[in-house]
């Protein structure tokens, strides 16, 4: 049964206020069985759409075809040059090393609450809500009978200011915490102490070639993080890493899957001469998450939409993939 910490801690980060009351408290402990299920019910209320549609969405670059009323996955480009790629990288490295130096924190959950004029204030939330997403992943493994061997190394794709590298650091023996900003990797290292036996290091990952020399491990954890890489970077990203996930390892991430009206075309793109101020929004069709997985020996445990986009008409979508030989038993 979920605590009542548990409850305050939900309506504190997704709402940024206390609950009501204790009969609030209560009702939401009765009726959500889990964290997932208490999630989704503040997620898909009211007052969490007022609230997040206003101060997230008009931030976020979706880049797209006004003529495009219905998303045509044949207008996706997904695949391009070596030397596009790299520029596409170049761009996104770009916008996040400036955002790292910005306001960080806002870059990881984009709220007021956290913009760097008012983090100081909100800093406890912030932090406490990295262990959400790591009951979350959690509660995936222990549902599908899935376990790991002792001390599994976690691969981080986009650690960010280490909000969910502090959680994942008392999980697992490694972890190999990524990002692409050096700004957010100062902070990640001042944030997170390694528990005793535990080992993070931070890896700056602003090149294609530093994807080849990341180490292998037995668990890819990645959220909030993909989205924002045009669609053949997070194409790239998700076959190296797989390639680099151990057989029997686990690979649990999530990114846009759909958005009516989504296009991207790399030249269009790459000729434009693009606001790099703000972060971007992109979209990988499902079927391509398909193809990634099966030519790396990968299989799919569990497919979810989420709600993790704080958008109406995305579909965001959590991805839980085995490799051939995983181990199965229980948590």
């Keep these: ?40 019910s503040i997620l898909r209320s009211r007052e969490f759409r007022d609230l997040s549609m206003p101060t997230v969405m008009p931030l976020v670059m979706e880049y797209r075809f006004p003529h495009d009323l219905v998303a045509d996955e044949s207008l996706i480009e997904v695949d391009c040059a070596p030397q596009a790629l790299s520029e596409l990288l170049n761009r ?74 502090r959680w994942l650091s008392r999980e697992f023996a490694r972890v190999v915490a990524c990002d692409i900003s050096e700004g957010h990797l100062q902070l990640a290292r001042q944030a997170v102490q390694p528990t005793q036996g535990h080992q993070v290091d931070f890896v700056r990952v602003d090149r294609l070639s530093c994807l080849d020399k990341l180490p292998s491990f037995d668990i890819l954890f990645s959220v909030l993080v993909l989205q924002h890489n045009p669609p053949p970077v997070i194409a790239h990203i998700l076959d190296k890493l797989l390639a680099r996930l151990r057989p029997g390892g686990v690979a649990y991430f999530q990114l846009p899957t759909y958005h009516p009206g989504y296009c991207f075309s790399v030249d269009e793109y790459l000729a434009q001469n693009r606001n790099e101020e703000y972060m971007e929004m992109h979209v990988v069709p499902q079927r ?41 038993g229980s948590l």
């Excluded at 004029?117 to 222990?142: C, D, P, T, Y």
């Excluded at 998450?289 to 109406?312: G, K, L, W, Y």
């Design 288 to 328: 391509y998450i398909f193809q990634i997985a099966a030519r790396n020996d990968c299989e799919f445990v569990e497919v979810n939409p989420d709600n993790m986009t704080a958008s109406m008409q995305d579909t965001s979508t959590t991805f839980l993939l085995t490799k051939r030989h995983n181990r199965v």
């Design 1 to 40: 049964m979920l605590s009542k910490n548990d409850v305050v801690l939900a309506y504190r980060l997704l709402l940024g206020r206390e609950p009501e009351s204790a009969a609030v408290i209560d009702s939401a402990r009765k009726g959500c069985r889990n964290l997932e299920e208490l999630r989704q």
């Design 92 to 165: 996104v490295e770009r916008t996040w090393s400036r955002l790292g130096k910005e306001n960080p924190y806002w870059s990881v959950i984009s709220s007021d609450r956290f913009d760097v004029r008012n983090f100081a204030e909100h800093q406890e939330i912030f932090w406490a809500s990295g262990e959400q997403e790591v009951l979350r992943l959690r509660q995936w493994m222990k549902r599908n009978r899935i376990t790991l061997p002792p001390h599994s190394v976690c691969l981080e794709y986009g650690c960010g200011t280490g909000r969910i590298t």
